[in-house]
């Protein structure tokens, strides 16, 4: 392994330790109360509309999609015309 890996990868290893322990223990030590207004949804403070799912979920995760591919489109063209090569 390359030596200037090893910094970057035991920082990563240490961030990644510290985020799965932080929510972790907030998981663990935070005080419940449930109550049926905090577990009802939440929608811009109107009562929510229908069952929740349904058909616009499909059509969320197209749209996500979509703004996905986008974006790899974009970032390949950047990559071929050179733009992310450094000197």
Do not use: C
């Not at 109550?35 to 929510?48: I, Q, R």
């Not at 197209?62 to 071929?80: D, N, Q, R, S």
């Amino acid at each position: 392994m390359n030596r200037p890996y090893l910094s970057f990868l035991l920082l990563l290893g240490f961030v990644a330790f510290n985020a799965v322990l932080l929510i972790g223990l907030s998981h663990l030590l935070a005080p419940r109360k449930p109550t049926p207004v905090k577990d009802s949804p939440y929608e811009s403070g109107m009562p929510p509309l229908g069952s929740g799912g349904g058909p616009s979920t499909g059509f969320l995760l197209v749209e996500m999609l979509v703004f996905m591919i986008i974006l790899a489109v974009g970032y390949v063209y950047v990559w071929k015309r050179g733009a992310l090569q450094w000197d």
